[in-house]
């Protein structure tokens, strides 16, 4: 299992009347949880992009289970439980507040794809050898 974290302070802007993390920007907080996660394998989107490769979502899932508020500094737990083995990746989200108190879940699922034809491209050989440590019994 691949779990990276980070952290992001909810800003004023990012918040509703009621002071609560606007429930549409829980997934920008997935985004920058992969993108972190995907940066501590040595990889960024941007650097994928320019191989041709782009990883749109495909699906998400999301759990609200409390709420986040201003000001509130939220950890981002990432989670791959699962080494891919098809064009599919499925990232695990969790959101944490400072008490430690487990806020959302969400699973969002992506895919590779050639960047040229949006044709499928199965996961980069280079980015599977970097996971597969984690997944080794």
Do not use: C, W
């Not at 920007?25 to 960024?44: D, P």
């Not at 699906?59 to 709420?67: D, I, Q, T």
């Not at 199965?122 to 440590?133: I, Q, T």
């Amino acid at each position: 299992m691949f779990i990276s974290t980070t952290d992001i302070r909810v800003r004023y802007g990012e918040t509703d009347q009621m002071g609560y993390l606007y429930y549409g920007n829980y997934a920008l907080y997935y985004e920058v949880g992969r993108a972190e996660a995907i940066r501590t394998l040595g990889f960024t989107y941007a650097e994928l992009e320019k191989q041709g490769i782009i990883m749109p979502v495909a699906e998400l899932n999301v759990k609200y289970l409390r709420p986040a508020y201003y000001d509130d500094l939220i950890t981002v737990k990432t989670i791959l439980k699962e080494l891919p083995v098809s064009h599919k990746i499925q990232f695990h989200s969790e959101l944490y507040n400072e008490k430690g108190e487990l806020l959302n879940i969400g699973v969002t699922t992506l895919v590779f794809l050639h960047a040229d034809t949006k044709t499928k491209y199965g996961m980069p050989p280079v980015m599977m050898e970097r996971l597969a440590p984690f997944f080794e019994k």
